[in-house]
């Protein structure tokens, strides 16, 4: 066990890496599609609502708990006086292994993009599916599929990358690394958002992501909104209950949970206001998507067509690349604080052992989506890039089911267990009075867990995915 618990070294340390936790693919290859489809300025102000009312208060809820135990994400509940709520933190420290184990992989095919654009931009451009196949281990012509290497090789890098930062702790590691990562992911972010404007007929894209469309707007929409607010803000995945113990008790708990959720929301919505209308500029309306065969594929087209592609191409590929490893190494972080706090294991050992396991696991699932042969178990490719057993499993557990659930847990932990008049006595704790604290109350008691449970409940019953 370690000595004496560590601490962020300054405050916007602590904000550029929880914001840095909070911003991760899922803003940048997710959220344009999700507004393009969900009527683009309404499902905006509608995804704005769900981050200011439910959004806020869930991260709000984490970070007190966090801060008030001083503990991992598990210990906390039993330090605050309720054990019973140990499965919340079990839970999140669940998901963030889980997820973690697939999300460097993704990660690896994130830098080997950036390679790619560097070295063979041609390449990629004349068959930007193939290449993404490729990289998998699979020949779309053929209907052949090997070893991913390539792909399980960048992985490893990318681990690697994020081991290291998580050994040099949480200031000298973390905290140093996203004093440089967040800055640089704005400006990159900047560079592109003029770029993409600036490009012909781009405006029409622009004016579809301002301009509420009501009519596109169904129960789906609101629910997929809900879902990726969750995803987006690292909320249910034991992080910011693990960064909120690392905080000094005079930090302004409510300023800095609307401060992270206001940068990350800033960070969906450039990259919104990026991809949409240049999009629109260079394939039209039609070639809007989401998720991975997008970012990896059709946005090959966006670049080749862009004067300065390539240059541009490596650009977003490395904002992907700083968002994933922002939120790469928070997940780490939480599962090694828990390791190294529960058995005493020293940070180092600690770190790589979990990272490798997580990278081994990891190695199964970009297998999977080759189709590479195991024993017979996977799909095989029919009609295209398929999501086979092991991945469509391990999104399912942790999107549709822990995460809201883990979510859900807090707020009743603070909402009914806890209660909202001790968290709101650890909030003011830096001497300032909150003065929202009958809005945050009613919010962490009664909405938030209200629309929690309608988003498990609806998820299950319209099959559709959280993240």
Known sequence: MEPKRAQWGSKIGFILAAAGSAVGLGNIWKFPGKAYEGGGG????????????????????????GRGA???????????????YKWVGWFGVIVA???????????????????????????????????????????????????PLTGIIFAAIFMAITCFIIVKGVEGG???????????????????LIRSLT????GEGLKYMLVPDWSKVTFSTVLSALGQAFFSLS????????????????????KNAAIICGMDTLVALIAGFIIVPAVFATL??????????????????????????QFFGILFYLLLLFAALTSCISLVEGVVAFATERFGWKRTPATIILCLVMFLLGAVYTCSQAAFDIKGIWFDFKNGLTTPIFGDFMEFLTDRLMIPVCALGSCLFVGWAWKPQNAIREIELDGKPFRLKK????????????SIIIIIVASFATGTTLS
């Open 439 to 450: 809005a945050y109350s009613f919010l962490v008691k009664y909405l938030a867990p209200i």
């Open 97 to 147: 292994f889980i997820i973690t184990s697939y999300y460097c992989h993704v990660g690896g095919w994130v830098l080997r993009y950036v390679a790619g654009y560097a070295t063979e931009p041609a390449k990629i451009y004349s068959d930007p599916l193939g290449y993404f196949y490729a990289l998998l281990g699979y020949n779309a012509t053929t209907g052949e599929t090997w070893f």
């Open 284 to 309: 039209g309306a039609e070639g809007v998507g989401k998720g991975a065969g997008f970012a990896f594929s059709s946005l090959a087209g966006v670049f080749q067509q862009m004067p300065g592609g």
């Open 42 to 65: 309404a499902y905006i102000l509608i995804y704005l609502a769900i981050v200011l009312l439910i959004g806020i208060p869930v991260m709000l809820s984490e970070l007190t708990i």
């Open 235 to 254: 909320l249910g995945m034991a992080i910011m209950v693990t960064y909120g113990s690392y905080l000094k008790k005079e930090e302004n708990l409510a």
């Open 70 to 84: 001083q503990a991992n994400a598990i210990d906390s509940y039993g330090k605050l006086g309720h054990p019973g």
């Open 199 to 202: 490009m012909p007929g781009a």
């Open 174 to 192: 973390i905290e140093r690394f996203n004093k440089i990562g967040m800055p640089a992911l704005f400006v990159i972010l900047i560079i592109l």
